[in-house]
T-cell receptor, first 116, second 115 residues
Framework: EADIYQTPRYLVIGTGKKITLECSQT?????MYWYQQDPGMELHLIHY???????EKGDLSSESTVSRIRTEHFPLTLESARPSHTSQYLC???????????????FGPGTRLTVT | AQTVTQSQPEMSVQEAETVTLSCTYD???????LFWYKQPPSRQMILVIR??????QNATENRFSVNFQKAAKSFSLKISDSQLGDTAMYFC????????????FGQGTRLTINP
């Protein structure tokens, strides 16, 4: 399995709390991504990064924010959690460069978030 | 914007049978990449197989192969000699070569292999 880690794996938290979902990879990949996976299992890109100090919003609007201060670390933060944020969040990373091999994304195990 | 459609929400076959999962996509680009990812229950998503659009030859990886029909914008996955460990959600995904190299996923197909 790929060397990409997410913590916590499961989180149940009350409305209004601030939370940070952690994602780390040991592969030295420049590109990192956050996906939201809804109960119907569809995945939607919410944030991505090309490298340190680079962050972009994805295709699905999200109230979360991300930061990329170190290559290996790409945390996602929700300032005030709401029940609508209940979902599974998947982190992924890929190499830089060109060619099909560099486009493969390696996924973490996910964080299942429940906001009550 | 590109879209990916998987029209089979669930499929179920017996062990050792062959199964084909369907995927269609919509794009105006001529060069792009296509992927099949597998998400086993409570485990990490992993890449199964990938295809470059400008290559006519269908990709194969052991028991997994694709039928890539570029004109029809179809990218089906065939699993031969299915095994219990193939039970998983399978996602078809599209990636444009241009721009941000983002994956656009289909809705997924839940595949169950029965003993």
């Amino acid at each position: 399995e790929a060397d990409i880690y997410q913590t916590p794996r499961y989180l149940v938290i009350g409305t209004g709390k601030k939370i940070t979902l952690e994602c780390s990879q040991t592969m030295g990949h420049d590109k990192m991504y956050w996906y939201q996976q809804d109960p119907g299992m569809e995945l939607h890109l919410i944030h991505y990064s090309y490298g340190v100090n680079s962050t972009e919003k994805g295709d699905l609007s999200s109230e979360s924010t991300v930061s990329r201060i170190r290559t290996e670390h790409f945390p996602l933060t929700l300032e005030s959690a709401r029940p609508s944020h209940t979902s599974q969040y998947l982190c992924a990373s890929s190499e830089s460069g060109w060619g099909l091999e560099s486009y493969e994304q390696y996924f973490g195990p996910g964080t299942r978030l429940t906001v009550t | 914007a590109q879209t990916v459609t998987q029209s089979q929400p669930e499929m179920s076959v017996q062990e050792a049978e062959t199964v084909t999962l369907s995927c269609t996509y919509d794009t105006s680009e001529s060069n792009y990449y296509l992927f099949w990812y597998k998400q086993p229950p409570s485990r990490q998503m992993i890449l199964v197989i990938r295809q470059e659009a400008y290559k006519q030859q269908n990709a194969t990886e052991n028991r997994f192969s694709v039928n890539f029909q570029k004109a029809a914008k179809s990218f089906s996955l065939k699993i031969s000699d299915s095994q219990l460990g193939d039970t998983a959600m399978y996602f078809c995904a599209f990636m444009s070569i241009q721009g941000a190299q983002k994956l656009v996923f289909g809705q997924g197909t839940r595949l169950t292999i029965n003993p």
